[in-house]
């Protein structure tokens, strides 16, 4: 007969089913096994004793007959491990992006996410960060790269000094009664004058044309020089004979020459001082162009004269206005059609290759105000496609020839010149990749150094393989050429150096780029055999020279702010700065725990 307990005992729980393969009790005097739950009952929980968690009751319940309920407790709150959770997906999601190539390993062995950066001046749309300053009724739009590394603090002061030194230029400079203060203000007075008593003798013309032809031209190839030697040597005898199209060349040409003069170089060619001649040459410009009725003319003559005028007037006029003048002269080569290559329009070899110098002449001047002022340039990559120049002499083009001439290899006349179009094309982001994409908006790091090797080895095999170190031109163009390419890739290095996530290294890669850019521009100021040049030497020449110097600045500014603020946080109270420029502390209870980082 089977006993009621024991039956009951053999009868399933519904509540709580016994697990498979769970533990077994062989009991102490080794009966049948006894399933076990694997958590205590609720009263046994509530009473706080001890349950041996037996099915369907346990010892405790049975012994003070009780009511025995099993039930699972909730689930207890574990702690996640936070850092190699994080750490497992972090790699998982690294691998996903390396899979898809959008994750590259960096030079430095840190996996960096992929972003596009641009080695033009102007941003593209996707990277563009323009700001507006604006207050009191005024505002400046800032849409350009080489000031994004100064706040908008700097900024801010940047911009009221400026404003404060146009309203003191306003109040101190009154309209000189028988010139216009620029071209554009004559231009809009309307007023013509005679400029008879301002031409130079015979021979003193000549000698600002050889000055010109030595000094000038071969960092400006702008003239024919063979067609306008014979303009003027005709119109120096009889200035009055000239025609306004003439004289507006004609007095720009002087007027460069006394610019490119030193003042030893004045007093004993000219006999007189150098200060005086500019500004007699430079008023006879700027109304000879009102005269000729510049902001109207289709003649590129004209134009020449302009550009001639405004290249030695960046240091004349102030930032903002003269970035105005380089617009105009834009407007009117863009009229002129010089953006649109010659060849395909069906013009003459000569006048082709004079309107293709011009434009890139013309597109730099315009990109160097246009980076001072803070705004983007007027041509835009996308809408022009002159060709740049060929590689040749003076006397292998002549006016009414009928074809185009041959191309030289080696080093001619127009060697500075095309050594900077070539680069200057790469940083405008003219070029096309093999796959069509604009070379503005580059994929990646990597992809952008593909860009910057392949300007470097045109620019090396086209030009500077010809050039002889000893001559100052070839000297000149070395430095501009090497820098350049070094100012690309410190472009490109820029955005992510100014990121919070930038390592010492790639800091100190960045220093060691702006610091070669500063050492060539200095060096080529103290060249002895570039004195004849010094005109284009004395200000910052070299491409990325501003954002050179500006990362410099910037980078010893932060430095030392950091050293200032770990002097403050130190616990040891006291510290000192090595040669190397790394920052150490000792503490009167030993040495502290702190040290600055990797010296520049």
């Given at each position: 007969?089977?006993?009621?307990?024991?039956?009951?005992?053999n009868q399933?729980?519904?509540?709580?089913?016994?697990?498979v393969?769970?533990?077994t009790?062989?009991?102490?005097?080794?009966?049948?096994?006894q399933h076990?739950?694997?958590?205590?009952?609720q009263?046994c929980?509530?009473?706080?004793?001890?349950?041996?968690k037996a099915?369907?009751?346990?010892?405790?319940?049975r012994?003070?007959?009780i009511?025995c309920?099993?039930?699972?407790?909730?689930?207890?709150?574990?702690t996640r491990?936070?850092?190699?959770?994080v750490?497992e997906?972090l790699?998982r999601y690294?691998?996903i992006?390396?899979?898809?190539?959008?994750?590259?390993k960096?030079?430095f062995?840190?996996?960096?996410?992929?972003?596009p950066?641009s080695?033009?001046?102007n941003?593209?749309?996707?990277?563009?960060t323009?700001?507006?300053?604006?207050?009191?009724?005024r505002?400046r739009?800032?849409?350009?790269?080489?000031?994004h590394?100064?706040?908008?603090?700097?900024?801010?002061?940047?911009s009221?000094?400026?404003?404060?030194?146009?309203?003191?230029?306003?109040v101190?400079?009154?309209?000189?009664?028988?010139?216009a203060?620029?071209p554009?203000?004559?231009?809009?007075?309307g007023?013509r004058?005679?400029?008879l008593?301002y031409?130079?003798?015979?021979?003193?013309?000549?000698?600002?044309?050889?000055?010109?032809?030595e000094?000038v031209?071969?960092?400006?190839?702008?003239?024919?020089i063979?067609?306008?030697?014979?303009m003027?040597?005709?119109?120096?005898?009889?200035?009055?004979?000239a025609?306004?199209?003439d004289e507006?060349?004609?007095?720009a040409?002087?007027?460069f020459?006394v610019?490119?003069?030193?003042?030893?170089e004045?007093?004993a060619k000219?006999?007189?001082?150098?200060?005086?001649?500019?500004?007699r040459y430079h008023?006879?410009?700027?109304?000879?162009?009102?005269?000729?009725?510049?902001?109207r003319?289709?003649?590129?003559?004209?134009l020449?004269?302009?550009?001639?005028?405004?290249?030695?007037?960046?240091?004349?006029?102030?930032?903002?206005?003269?970035?105005?003048l380089?617009?105009?002269a834009?407007?009117?080569?863009?009229?002129?059609?010089?953006?649109?290559?010659?060849?395909?329009?069906?013009?003459?070899?000569?006048?082709?290759?004079?309107?293709?110098?011009l434009?890139y002449q013309?597109?730099p001047?315009?990109g160097?105000a246009?980076q001072?002022?803070?705004?983007?340039i007027?041509?835009m990559?996308d809408v022009?496609?002159?060709q740049?120049?060929?590689?040749?002499?003076?006397d292998?083009i002549?006016?009414g020839?009928?074809?185009a001439p041959e191309?030289?290899?080696?080093?001619?006349?127009?060697?500075?010149?095309l050594s900077?179009?070539?680069?200057g094309?790469?940083?405008?982001g003219?070029?096309?990749?093999a796959?069509?994409?604009?070379s503005?908006?580059?994929?990646?790091?990597?992809?952008a150094?593909?860009?910057?090797?392949e300007?470097e080895?045109?620019?090396?095999?086209?030009y500077?393989?010809?050039c002889?170190?000893?001559?100052?031109?070839?000297f000149?163009?070395?430095?501009?050429?090497?820098?350049g390419?070094?100012?690309?890739?410190?472009?490109?290095?820029?955005?992510?150096v100014r990121g919070?996530?930038?390592?010492?290294?790639?800091?100190r890669?960045?220093?060691?780029?702006?610091?070669?850019i500063l050492?060539?521009d200095?060096?080529?100021?103290?060249h002895?055999?570039?004195?004849?040049?010094?005109w284009y030497?004395r200000p910052?020449?070299l491409w990325?020279t501003w954002?050179?110097l500006i990362?410099v600045l910037?980078?010893?500014?932060?430095?030392?702010?950091?050293l200032?603020?770990?002097?403050?946080?130190?616990?040891g109270?006291?510290?000192?700065i090595?040669?190397?420029?790394?920052?150490?502390?000792?503490?009167r209870?030993?040495?502290?725990m702190w040290r600055?980082?990797?010296?520049l």
């Amino acid at each position: 007969m089977v006993i009621p307990e024991r039956q009951a005992r053999n009868q399933p729980v519904a509540i709580a089913p016994a697990p498979v393969g769970g533990a077994t009790d062989l009991g102490a005097k080794g009966g049948p096994p006894q399933h076990v739950m694997p958590y205590a009952c609720q009263t046994c929980a509530k009473r706080k004793v001890k349950c041996d968690k037996a099915i369907p009751i346990c010892s405790s319940c049975r012994k003070s007959k009780i009511e025995c309920t099993y039930q699972a407790p909730p689930p207890r709150w574990r702690t996640r491990k936070l850092a190699s959770d994080v750490l497992e997906r972090l790699a998982r999601y690294e691998r996903i992006l390396h899979q898809h190539g959008l994750l590259e390993k960096s030079q430095f062995g840190e996996a960096t996410i992929s972003e596009p950066v641009s080695i033009n001046w102007n941003e593209p749309e996707a990277l563009r960060t323009g700001r507006l300053l604006a207050g009191q009724g005024r505002s400046r739009y800032i849409d350009s790269s080489l000031w994004h590394t100064i706040g908008d603090d700097g900024m801010q002061h940047v911009s009221d000094a400026e404003e404060e030194e146009e309203e003191e230029d306003l109040v101190f400079a009154g309209i000189d009664e028988d010139f216009a203060l620029d071209p554009l203000t004559g231009a809009f007075i309307g007023s013509r004058r005679d400029l008879l008593q301002y031409h130079p003798t015979h021979e003193k013309a000549m000698i600002l044309w050889e000055t010109h032809i030595e000094n000038v031209e071969p960092l400006c190839k702008i003239l024919h020089i063979p067609s306008t030697t014979k303009m003027l040597e005709a119109n120096s005898w009889q200035p009055g004979m000239a025609s306004k199209v003439d004289e507006c060349l004609m007095f720009a040409i002087y007027h460069f020459a006394v610019f490119s003069m030193t003042e030893e170089e004045c007093a004993a060619k000219l006999g007189q001082p150098r200060a005086v001649l500019m500004q007699r040459y430079h008023l006879a410009t700027r109304q000879a162009l009102v005269n000729a009725s510049f902001l109207r003319t289709t003649e590129l003559s004209i134009l020449q004269a302009l550009v001639l005028f405004l290249m030695p007037c960046r240091y004349a006029y102030d930032s903002h206005t003269f970035w105005i003048l380089t617009g105009v002269a834009v407007r009117i080569g863009q009229r002129m059609g010089i953006h649109k290559d010659g060849e395909k329009l069906g013009l003459p070899p000569f006048d082709d290759q004079m309107r293709r110098r011009l434009f890139y002449q013309l597109l730099p001047l315009d990109g160097d105000a246009s980076q001072m002022t803070g705004t983007g340039i007027s041509i835009m990559p996308d809408v022009w496609n002159t060709q740049r120049p060929l590689n040749i002499n003076d006397d292998q083009i002549w006016p009414g020839m009928t074809e185009a001439p041959e191309e030289q290899k080696g080093g001619t006349e127009m060697v500075f010149c095309l050594s900077r179009s070539c680069l200057g094309e790469f940083f405008a982001g003219a070029r096309r990749r093999a796959n069509g994409a604009n070379s503005g908006l580059l994929k990646d790091y990597q992809d952008a150094e593909l860009l910057i090797s392949e300007a470097e080895n045109e620019v090396e095999e086209k030009y500077i393989r010809y050039c002889d170190i000893v001559n100052p031109l070839h000297f000149l163009t070395i430095g501009l050429a090497r820098s350049g390419i070094t100012a690309m890739r410190l472009r490109v290095r820029l955005p992510r150096v100014r990121g919070p996530n930038a390592t010492d290294a790639e800091q100190r890669e960045a220093f060691e780029l702006a610091q070669k850019i500063l050492d060539t521009d200095t060096t080529a100021y103290a060249h002895a055999g570039l004195k004849k040049y010094r005109w284009y030497v004395r200000p910052f020449f070299l491409w990325g020279t501003w954002d050179a110097l500006i990362f410099v600045l910037t980078t010893l500014w932060k430095r030392c702010n950091l050293l200032l603020a770990r002097k403050r946080i130190c616990p040891g109270g006291r510290w000192s700065i090595s040669t190397t420029t790394t920052g150490k502390c000792w503490s009167r209870r030993g040495r502290c725990m702190w040290r600055l980082g990797a010296s520049l």
